[in-house]
């Protein structure tokens, strides 16, 4: 399905686990609950998707668009968003453990606390020369293995 034009379509529950997705539209498709783990979606365009609860564990979205795209409750556990846009995205209540965000666009990104006060997790993520202008951290749960972006904290909920 590499390079395909799957935009706007309806595919949640799907299973792509370790499928061809490079370069793949998937804007403003919905993909609630679907599985995309260990998946290879570098330059895909998941803009404005609805990707609520999808798993994307160890899938590679190296340079991906997620502009306004809907991750919450989203597993992204050690997957690869480096230099990925997740500008204005929703990823309340995320699990980020161990992914690679080094230079991604999370300005105005909203990390917070999800529904039930639930955090998103960062966890060993490494951060590092993302932006984060008008990014929420609001709650996020970190550890010592986080390497947060300069300039962290970032402006928090209020």
């Not at 399905?1 to 498709?29: F, I």
């Not at 960062?122 to 020369?129: H, N, P, Q, S, V």
Request: proline share 1%; glycine share 12%; hydrophobic share 40%.
């Amino acid at each position: 399905m590499r390079g395909a034009d799957l935009s706007g379509k309806t595919l949640s529950g799907v299973n792509l686990e370790s499928a061809d997705l490079r370069d793949t539209n998937l804007s403003n498709a919905d993909l609630t609950g679907s599985i995309l783990s260990n998946a290879d979606l570098r330059g895909a365009d998941l803009s404005n998707a609805h990707l609520q609860g999808a798993h994307f564990e160890e899938a590679n979205l190296q340079g991906a668009r997620l502009v306004g795209a809907d991750l919450y409750w989203v597993s992204f556990w050690r997957a690869n968003l480096a230099g990925a846009n997740l500008e204005h995205a929703l990823l309340q209540g995320a699990d980020l453990t161990e992914a690679n965000l080094r230079g991604a666009n999370l300005c105005n990104a909203n990390l917070g606390r999800d529904n039930v006060g639930g955090s998103t997790r960062l966890m060993g993520a490494d951060l590092t020369d993302a932006l984060i202008t008008g990014t929420v951290f609001e709650g996020v749960e970190g550890d010592e293995n986080t390497r947060y972006p300069h300039g962290f904290p970032a402006k928090k909920e209020q």
